[in-house]
């Protein structure tokens, strides 16, 4: 199975601020990696396909960049309704793996 | 709204079984592969099994492969999950989810907001 590691497993931010989170393949996953916002109690949502392609929809303020083992998903502003826990997800192989989550919290 | 609502979640005793089902709501399931994914508690989310988007092709994580079963009926636009010899790590928030193409592969751009399911 693949192993996807998120950094780091929690943060602080305030409004406005610009964050970076990561995820590591434990093999390469090509550009098969997608990211997902939790928010608890509600549905989870699809934000970045495809390592770097927007869902139709996700604010433009939501980044993703890499391929084969290391990716970064990039929040350029950070609003008040991204505080919410997201997930990396590689679709390369089965069975589909998740990164263990990173939960942005506000400062 | 479009959305998918699960149900079927339940207190069970161990070596139980549950049957979960997801409708789709203005959300399509025909054609699309669905997965269904937990979330222990304090634990992250884990793929339990997928079918796909012309129910000819499923699979199963190692850990309910054997005793879970997952199947589809499009013409009522629902999703299930049998769930038999439950046991107390399979205690978890489930989420019903569709793919975003026929195959299992392909990310999951649709999802509800879970059924919980505690076997204790």
């Known amino acids: 199975d693949i192993q996807m590691t998120q950094s780091p497993s929690s943060m602080s931010a305030s409004i406005g601020d610009r964050v970076s989170i990561s995820c590591r393949a434990s093999q390469s996953v090509s550009s098969h990696l997608s990211w997902y916002q939790y928010q608890p109690g509600k549905a989870p949502k699809l934000l970045i396909y495809e390592a770097s392609r927007l869902k139709t929809g996700a604010p433009s303020r939501f980044s993703g960049s890499g391929s084969g083992t290391d990716f970064t998903l990039i929040i350029s502003s950070l609003q008040p309704e991204d505080f919410a826990i997201y997930f990396c997800q590689q679709t390369y192989s089965e069975p589909l793996t998740f990164g263990g989550g990173t939960r942005v919290e506000i400062k | 709204e479009a959305q998918i609502l699960e149900s079927g979640g339940d207190l069970v005793q161990p070596g139980g079984s549950l049957r979960l089902a997801c409708v789709g709501s203005?959300?399509?399931?025909?054609?699309?592969?669905m997965s269904w994914v937990r979330q222990a508690p304090g634990k992250g989310l884990e793929w339990v099994s997928g079918i796909s988007g012309y129910g000819g092709s499923t699979s199963y994580a190692a850990s309910v492969k054997g005793r879970f079963a997952i199947s589809r009926a499009d013409s009522r636009n629902t999703l299930y999950l049998q769930m038999n010899s439950l046991r107390v790590e399979d205690t978890a928030v489930y989420f019903c989810a569709r793919a975003s193409c026929s195959s299992t592969s392909c990310p999951l751009d649709f999802w509800g907001q879970g059924t919980l399911v505690t076997v204790s």
């Open positions: 203005d959300v399509i399931f025909s054609n699309y592969a």
